[in-house]
């Protein structure tokens, strides 16, 4: 079995390479055992945000479009 330490700094990264698969609901769910233990970590918590913002808009091509009028 893995020490504490290790599980969550596995699932930190875990967390992370869902993030960037584009998985952000798989990500959060991991990112948020690895605050268990790093929860003084300020790059977690911004990791956590973006998962939050990518479930719940996807893409800012609604944001450019108006732009480009």
Not at 37 to 61: D, P
Request: glycine letters at 4%.
């Amino acid at each position: 079995m893995l020490g504490g330490s290790r599980y969550h700094e596995l699932m930190y990264n875990l967390g992370i390479s869902l993030l960037h698969a584009h998985k952000p609901v798989q990500a959060f769910d991991c990112l948020i055992v690895a605050v268990r233990r790093y929860h003084r970590n300020s790059r977690l918590w911004m990791r956590i945000a973006e998962c939050c913002i990518m479930v719940h808009k996807e893409s800012n091509e609604v944001d450019f479009e108006n732009r480009r009028i």
